[in-house]
Every structure is written in C-alpha cells, then in structure tokens.
C-alpha cells in the first residue's frame, strides 16, 4: 500500500476511535475512555499532541490503560490486515 493512502487510513481509524469515544462518553454502553485510548495510541503515530494526552490519560486511568493496549493491539493487526502490510 502506498503511503499516503496507508496515512490516510490510520487517520481515519484514529479519528473514527476518538469520535466513538466522545459518543461513549455520553452514552451508558460505550466505554468512551477506551476508546479515547485507542483513538489517541493511533493518531499517536503521526500526532505529537495525541502522544501527550495519551500520556496524561494513562497516569489518570490506569486501569483502563492496560485494556486499551490490548485494543490497540488488535486494531493494529486490523490495520495491518487492511493495509495489506507483512
């Protein structure tokens, strides 16, 4: 995959998970922060700004830090399958 569509791609994931999590903030059934987690693990790749405040969101989560990185994990590995990246 080329990488301005493989930028484009991870922004939308990103953006798409920090969207999911504004709704979950407000909604009872979404869990807003860890999407916020994802979202910001994502965008952290090309984000300064996402690295910062995903650092301050885990000293202030802790908990929900540890379920984030497993969603990072396998939203990576969707992105990778996606992408059709080895």
Known sequence: MRPRAKRILTLAAGWGFILL??????????????FILV??????SQYEWAKRWLGKLRERF???AGMADAASAKA???LKRVSGSD
């Open 62 to 64: 802790p908990k929900i």
């Open 76 to 78: 990576a590995s969707w």
């Open 39 to 44: 979202g910001l693990t994502i965008l952290s």
């Open 21 to 34: 999590g504004i709704v979950g903030l407000v909604l009872p059934f979404l869990q807003g922060i860890l």
